[in-house]
């Protein structure tokens, strides 16, 4: 499958690239950096929030499906994140259509329900309630997601990513942790699951202690091998630990985050 990576340059596109060349995809990168060392695609240096910039891409040869990882990974104004997660998300939407591509899988965030209290594992069918306005626009590019899947019968599957690292790094990531591995798997499975629609899912490894529910993943063929358990004993004790456990969006929650929204 012909599959364009947009952020393909950044921490999750650059493993995810790789990942799908070694399961046998034709990746293309799309960045607005050069091609990382060893990338031997191709390559196409643009901004996905220019739909113009985004629809050139699609003409140079349109894709078979489209994975978005790209966007800034943290707090911005609220302005700032729209235009970073939901104006990307719809120049990329606008060129599949335009294209017929029918398959998009995206890279969503805990953050859209980070201010949900801890409690038992928290499903999919949970109301949004973002943390940051970082979480309200993936709350928003999941909603465009939905809206051209049901529009146009588009296949978008969102992924709400915990903590995507090489090994967990703190106590709140021996419930959140996404391996490099499972990210992988993870995109595979959303990428060829057969006609998913619109789908959410949770996007952490088979952590112990894991405070999402796995199984919208596993509906749709995602079966992570990795747990953050096996470095558990690695971990200390943190000062934030209890802070960050209160809400599922962790760091995010807390009131350093709290900013007005046009900055
Ligand atoms: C995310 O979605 C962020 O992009 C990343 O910076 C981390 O905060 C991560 O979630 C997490 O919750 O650990």
Redesign the pocket.
């Known amino acids: 499958m012909r599959v364009l990576v947009a952020g393909a340059a950044g921490s999750i596109g650059s493993v995810v690239g790789t990942g799908l060349r070694e399961l046998g995809h034709d990746v293309a990168g799309l960045d607005v950096r050069p091609a990382f060392a060893g990338f031997d695609g191709d390559w196409f240096v643009a901004d996905c929030t220019d739909g113009t910039a985004v629809r050139r891409v699609f003409e140079a040869g349109a894709p078979d499906a489209v994975v978005h990882l790209a966007g800034y990974?943290?707090e911005g104004s609220l302005p700032e994140s729209f235009t970073s997660h939901v104006v990307s998300t719809a120049a990329l939407l606008d060129a599949m259509v335009a294209h017929e591509v029918r398959r998009i899988v995206y890279a969503s965030?805990?953050?859209a329900v980070g201010l949900t209290p801890r409690q038992e594992l928290l499903g999919t069918e949970v109301r949004p309630r973002p943390d940051t306005f970082?979480g309200v626009a993936k709350v928003s590019a999941e909603a465009l997601l939905q809206l051209y899947a049901d529009r146009y019968g588009i296949d978008a599957v969102a992924c709400r990513?915990?903590?995507?690292q090489p090994r967990p790094l703190s106590t709140r990531?021996l419930s959140?942790w996404l391996s490099h591995a499972d990210a992988v798997h993870m995109v595979q499975a959303g990428l060829t699951a057969p006609s998913p629609g619109f789908h959410v899912l949770y996007g952490i490894s088979a952590n112990t202690r894991a405070w999402w529910d796995l199984e919208p993943g596993r509906a749709i063929g995602y079966e992570p091998g990795d747990d953050a358990e096996d470095y558990a004993a690695d971990i200390p004790a943190g000062a934030d630990d209890e802070a960050e456990g209160a809400f599922v969006?962790?760091?995010?929650t807390l009131p350093e985050h709290h900013r007005p929204a046009l900055g």
């Open positions: 990974p943290g965030s805990n953050h970082y990513i915990g903590s995507f990531m959140t969006g962790g760091p995010f």
